[in-house]
């Protein structure tokens, strides 16, 4: 099939993906859950063949290890699908409900947004996981995983598209495009696919987010700064200091530069090197850094630069609002936590700092969707508009607005005899039952 | 200046936005309303200047018309202010609050957008009102007009920017561009504008939409339909096609397609051409309502046209899905409504018709955010992401997640001691005061 009809028909199911009851949806993900558990062996097969593939083509050991998908991994991801069995169905959600006039009603209702567009590299579990998200929250998707893992993808989208059509789907709810050339086609596809979701390296986030004027939820960096104020308790700073450091580097939300003010760098850089060392990370410090600990020199290049590694930026600031205004310069509006025992502080630096999370005397590796108790989480936004942070399902929905009159006319709220509006605001939701 | 360095200024003059107290902010218009009124002669002087140019320039007379700016637009426009001072501060709002652990409180806040783009036809009242829109939700506004109105718009600009000034508002919190080539340019600033608002006809947000990976808040067609059920009360489905049709017809919430079900359709047709003809609208109509009704046949091209006009596109149809996929197929997912006495068809259609406004049994007129009691209205979205339908304030406005902790590392809730985490609503709202 062409991608122009596949993208038509994924629009096409997704109106009557929107109007499907919440058990249906449940059904559905039961049995896809079913599905791949009966299936182990299939899948594996599949699986396996792709990973001789990709020793066979030389590919990198990392890329070879995230490929894999056997049978811990499809327990994974069953459990996925239990936690979302469990969360409430948030399609048809009424979220402000106004009385225009006497039978005037007005509800704001939340609706799917229509097709998800997934463009994910070589992880076949994301495809699972995205699957399933877009399922619960009624939308459509249209996938696009790595060649890599082409075999994999390929049998587990049959196996979870069918599961989903026994169960009542419509035809067409989920589609994989399975050809390269495929993707930069679909980033034009804005008649059908109203919103992206990229999965992979930060280069690949960023070259679909420049590419296509659909919108784009995700983020490509994620440097993120720990400030520790003058007013900072030292052992506090220097626990958050290396917990958003250490504690797991390869991802978004660890720390990539610390902030220190003036005021406390000569006492507290040295316990921080000290720490640092402990976990074997590099320091590359600003002149003043430099001249209190021995460590690598920064250069401009340090201040923007997510390492994902053992290595951090440190600088020393003259005050909150050179902290601020190097955050707001160089990072990238991921998380960014300040330390400080001054509420009023605190608040100066969330009230200015451009970011998603603003943090207070807390690590940055708490930026997650389920530390944050979403339930499910989409991904992790630095967008300024529709969703922001870690995002569970509300960012795969929007709203429609649905008002119900009995033969209301404006002709009789205009002119000298114009009935007024009386905008109350009703407690009351929208009910589709007859 | 050039253009980088206004954007760069107007992304500075964003974070102090961000932190304003509502008081500020609302003197700030106070001033802004004080300042247009004194200076009516000023005003005056640049807008007649401008009028005589577009005449010598033999511009048409409706965009003359637009381009006015007397003594009644400035009153009207200060009303507005008026009733933007009296809004509650929509920023700073506690939209969600989780209790994660002991001593570890996540508040999902809400924060403006940052640099809000706009870029409007000759009309120089909506510089006035989006300065005010964008000063009340603490946004920074980078404003282009159309050069019909440069000398109108210069002096508005001048004057609301230093009245702000002189509120305690950051220079550069509103920057006019005055060059043509700066809204190509302006569309390619994807570092510092956050949204774009678009302001004009059709073609002109089309053509924003189209070239630009900014995010744009607007809607380019509006061709809303209008439903008439097998069960619909032939008396109010007249009523509210009239209504829809001839209200005002300029406007984009005007019904352009009546869909008429087929087994109401010969005697609904007749008492439908009765009252088009009242109101002198042609009617364009499929081959089954010419069987019925004397009236000009639709072509193809038809069903995707937007009037703003005098006339209106006729088809019936086999059945409520025929209705809903036609909407689909050729709506722009703005208002389209259903007349019938059947909830549960009416539900059917609210729950399959892609549109932001979804009505049933009334006027598609009322989708308009005074109508709907916003306060504001920032614009009509087809967007499927963000805001969609009638925009109030809450269009300029993102969160933030704010943590607040004492001391919290993730490293205590991972291993095999892992502590646990609550995950408890707070029904406490986040305080900025020490």
Known sequence: MDITTCAQKCKDASTSMAALPATIKNQALEHIKDVLLKNGNRIAKHNTADIQKAKKDQLDAPLIKRLKFDSDKIAESCDGIDSLIKLPDPVGVTLKATLLDKGLELYKVSRPIGVIGVIFESRPDALVQIAALCLKSGNAVLLKGGSEAAGTNRILADLIHDAGVRSGLPDGWLVLLERRDQVTRMLALNDFVDLIIPRGSNAFVKLIMDNTLIPVLGHADGICHIYVDSKAEADMALQ???????????????????????????????????????????????????????????????????????????????????????????????????????????????????????????????????????????????????????????????????????????????????????????????????
């Open 240 to 434: 958050i200091c290396t917990d958003s450091k250490c504690q797991y580097v390869a991802v978004c939300n660890a720390a990539e530069t610390f902030l220190i003010h003036e005021k406390v760098a000569a006492n507290f850089l040295p316990q921080l090197k000290k720490q640092m060392d402990k976990h074997g990370v590099t320091i590359y410090g600003c002149k003043k850094t430099c001249a209190i600990i021995s460590c690598d020199q920064a250069t401009q290049a340090h201040w923007q630069t997510e390492y994902l590694d053992y290595k951090v930026s440190v600088k020393v600031v003259g005050s909150l609002k050179n902290a601020i205004s190097h955050i707001n310069r160089y990072g990238s509006g991921h998380t960014d936590v300040i330390v400080t025992a001054d509420k009023q502080r605190a608040v100066q630096f969330m009230d200015h700092t451009d970011t998603a999370n603003a943090f207070w005397n807390c690590s940055s590796r708490f930026a997650d969707g389920f530390r944050f108790g979403l339930g499910a989480e989409v991904g992790i936004s630095t967008n300024k508009i529709h969703a922001r942070g870690p995002v569970g399902l509300e960012g795969l929905m929007i709203y429609q607005w649905r008002l119900i009159g009995n033969g209301h006319k404006v002709a009789d709220y205009s002119g000298p005899c114009a009935r007024a509006y009386l905008h109350t605001e009703l407690n009351l939701s929208f009910k589709g039952d007859a």
